[in-house]
């Protein structure tokens, strides 16, 4: 039976940084890291986050080290927050525990051409029209239903398939990660029961931690890299963080129960089932592969459609002439095909980011033009209450934990907890008095989401920030929240 870790079994190696020693257990082929201050630490061992992270660093072909981001919280298999590569010419595997089930979750920033003097009045009729404007709620569909051959394209070619479709802007691929689709994809690696689940959810947001908030950037951390990032004093921002809805759940769901049976032959043993993996190369491996990289296609594709509708919602408030451009649409919850330094070696390796963002750092070829001095865009956001981030990737973090980050403030409480903690009409009235404008039919998924079930997000990106993983750049205030029911 699994051992459940103390603080005693912990290295601390340094602030922000525990490590738990491979000599931990004998199953373990690297350390574990977790990115944490001491005062979160307490909060992180309550669960089993870290005894999932000594899990993963057991995996065949892991290389460097298991890491936690100060997000972490305990998950399907792997942490979220987590980060792991693999060596796939070393028998490394592919772990859809390691991606997630909402594969390539993320999140799109737009940034207003209006500054907020002009656009607070409108903010009550803003927020209605985006509610209106993006369908949202558990399996809810939109009105985009694909034919067979459109669902393939958009598996194929993600957001660019939707700018031949008439939406949203090619410029807007220019600043999206892998501009907004993923080469490797198959469409035919994905079930049947994925494509239907998928038909009508291009340009939906889904529930849970799903979101779409108007903010306001209340303060320049890094005025130089802000404006390179088309962000000032009182600009209004409007963030999307959804993923690949019910299409990416089944493909991980299909993907699992395909593994389990073939551990054996492979050779694999595993500390929990739910760390079911593949190596990479095999036939099963590189099945999940393309259809996770599908899946991450369907999700660019998705969030660029709801880019595109809150658009044309907010033309319709304000004028033909209020405009929103793309600041940069991260991923989380992907696994990558990357070259990293290892002992001094570049190798090529497969990073799993599950609740984790990429961070890269100026002058990797990854990023866009703009982004090649300041590093990559990365967004961090908080609660409905609470203030949101912008950072930039560092050279220093791709020393760190393969150029990652974390992708929020993290869970700290379950959904049930908040829900006996605190009733929905008594929250909506505190962030009413905030001035912060909630759109959500149920005050269950209000309460679900409440500001004290998640950790501080000013110490996690205060971690962030010291252990030089990223850069603060600029904080966000919310202004409106648009949530599915």
């Not at 039976?1 to 601390?12: A, Q, W």
């Not at 985006?130 to 939109?142: C, D, I, K």
């Not at 907010?314 to 990357?338: F, M, P, R």
């Not at 009733?423 to 962030?431: D, N």
Request: hydrophobic share 40%.
């Amino acid at each position: 039976m699994e051992r459940k870790i103390t603080i005693d079994d912990l290295v601390r190696l340094r602030d922000g940084v525990y490590q738990v020693p491979v000599t931990y257990r004998k199953n373990m082929r690297v350390p574990a890291y977790v990115f944490v201050d001491d005062e979160m630490i307490h909060d992180v061992l309550l669960d089993r986050a870290i005894e999932q992270l000594i899990n993963v660093a057991s995996l065949p072909g892991v290389v460097k080290g298991a890491y936690a981001m100060p997000d972490i919280h305990q998950g399907y298999g792997f942490p979220i927050g987590g980060v792991v590569a693999t060596d796939i010419d070393e028998g490394g595997v592919i772990s859809p525990g390691g991606i997630g089930y909402d594969i390539n979750c993320g999140v799109r920033l737009l940034v207003a051409n209006m500054p907020y003097d002009k656009i607070k009045g409108s903010m009550e009729e803003l927020a209605r029209a985006l509610y209106q404007a993006v369908p949202s709620g558990v399996g809810r569909g939109g009105s985009l239903l694909l034919s067979s051959q459109e669902m393939n394209d958009v598996l194929q070619y993600g957001a660019a398939q939707m700018v031949k479709m008439g939406y949203g802007l090619q410029s807007d691929l220019n600043f999206c990660e892998e501009e907004g689709a993923l080469a490797s994809a198959d469409p035919g690696a994905v079930s049947d029961r994925a494509r239907q689940r998928g038909l009508d959810q291009v340009g939906t947001l889904g529930s849970g931690n799903h979101f779409i908030e108007i903010q306001r950037v209340s303060d320049l951390l890094d005025e130089s890299i802000a404006r390179t990032f088309g962000l000032d004093v009182d600009a209004v921002t409007v963030m999307i963080h959804c993923g690949s809805r019910g299409l990416g759940h089944q493909i991980c769901t299909d993907y699992v129960r395909n593994m389990v049976p073939h551990l054996q032959e492979w050779g694999i043993k595993l500390p929990d089932r739910e760390l079911a993996c593949a190596p990479f190369k095999s036939d099963e491996g590189q099945q999940y592969f393309a259809a996770m990289n599908a899946a991450a296609n369907f999700a660019w594709a998705n969030r660029h459609t709801i880019g595109h509708n809150i658009r044309q919602a907010w033309k319709s408030v304000l004028g033909q002439d209020a405009e929103l451009a793309t600041v940069y649409d991260v991923s989380h919850n992907i696994g990558k095909l990357e070259t990293h330094l290892v002992d001094g070696v570049t190798k090529k390796l497969l990073v799993h980011r599950k609740g984790a963002t990429r961070a890269f750092g100026p002058g990797r070829p990854e990023i866009c033009e703009r982004y090649q001095v300041s590093g990559q865009p990365v967004f961090i956001p908080g609660t409905m209450g609470t203030s949101s981030y912008v950072l930039a990737g560092t050279a220093e973090g791709m020393e760190v934990a393969f150029g990652s980050t974390c992708h929020g403030a993290g869970r700290r409480m379950s959904r049930t907890k908040a829900k006996r903690t605190i009733s929905g009409q008594q929250l909506r009235k505190t962030l009413s008095e905030k001035g912060i404008i909630i759109q959500c039919e149920s005050d269950r998924e209000v309460a679900e989401e409440a500001p004290i079930a998640y950790k501080d997000v000013d110490n996690v990106v205060r971690v962030v920030s010291n252990l030089g993983i990223a850069r603060l750049v600029a904080r966000l205030v919310p202004l409106a929240v648009i949530k599915g029911s």
